[in-house]
């Protein structure tokens, strides 16, 4: 059982969140790093660990990319959890009192024409639920913050405006980790992913040619990223993640050609497509 997992951020973040809503019946560890996150669950301090890869409106992760690769954990299960930003403010605030408001630059970038429509200043702070905690303190009623609806019962703020963002929609995916790989056994009628990385070799067109079995075989690429692990001279490594099963054989023919053309070839993962259900 999936007792503990660890996220990071204060309480009340979005990955807070995202573990109240995968896991309800656990409890959620606030860390201050994603390392530290991660680290609890190497450590086995944690059970499991909520990372986030990537959001619809603000792109990938950077940071997440470059700890992946260094990790000795496994991804277990993706989680997608809406982001809806709420408009904050201590107990008895109307939006006319504001003055000031403070989240993460991304929160205020989502919200920047509800932010203008009110005349508020807007404040970068490192951390949306942070940014709730500090207004609390403050208890000021020119202070407003943008942060979740769980932010807002753990910290006894109201919630002067729901659905504060500008485009509705806003979805961040998670990866979830363990210390323990555990693959699913294969079912025709579920929908895999298959999360892998890997370098390719020094030798012209490696990767079309590295990507080129997944083509031949009929496998759908979900997700390509580049990314760098040094500062030094370039070197190419990849992330994929692959609509498929590793007991399909399919995928096994199509991860033994990208075995000719890529080298530390790494298993992330395999695990059900997120579905509302999961």
């Known amino acids: ?151 807002a019962e753990i910290y006894d703020l109201d919630i002067l405006k729901d659905n504060f963002e500008d485009v509705i929609g806003n979805v961040t995916r998670f990866f979830i980790l363990s210390k323990e790989q555990s693959i699913p056994k294969y079912d025709p009628d579920t929908t895999y992913v298959t999360s892998v990385i890997f370098e390719v070799r020094d030798i012209p067109a490696a990767l079309y040619k590295a990507l080129g079995g997944f083509a031949t075989n009929g496998i759908n690429l979900k997700k390509l990223e580049s990314y760098s692990l040094s500062r030094g001279l370039p070197v190419s490594h990849f992330h994929i993640d692959i609509y498929g099963h590793t007991e399909q054989k399919s995928m096994q023919l199509a991860l033994e050609e990208l075995s000719f053309f890529a080298q530390k070839i790494k298993i992330l993962g395999v695990y059900e497509k997120f579905t509302q259900n999961n």
């Open 1 to 151: 059982m999936n007792n503990t997992i660890a996220y990071q951020g204060y309480e009340g973040a979005y990955s807070h969140l995202a573990c109240k809503n995968a896991y309800p019946n656990s409890k959620s560890i606030a860390c201050e790093s994603f390392l530290d996150a991660m680290r609890m669950v190497e450590e086995g301090k944690a059970n499991l660990a909520m990372i986030p890869l990537e959001n619809s409106t603000a792109g990938r992760v950077e940071e997440i990319y470059r700890l992946i690769p260094k990790m000795s954990l496994y991804v277990i299960a993706e989680h997608f959890e809406p982001v809806r930003h709420c408009l904050l403010g201590v107990k008895g605030t109307k939006t006319s009192d504001l003055k000031y408001v403070l989240s993460h630059p991304q929160a205020l970038a989502q919200c920047q024409n509800s932010i203008n429509e009110l005349g508020l200043k807007a404040v970068a702070k490192l951390d949306t639920a942070g940014s709730a905690r500090e207004i609390k303190s403050k208890n000021d009623k020119s202070y407003g913050a943008i942060a979740s609806s769980l932010a």
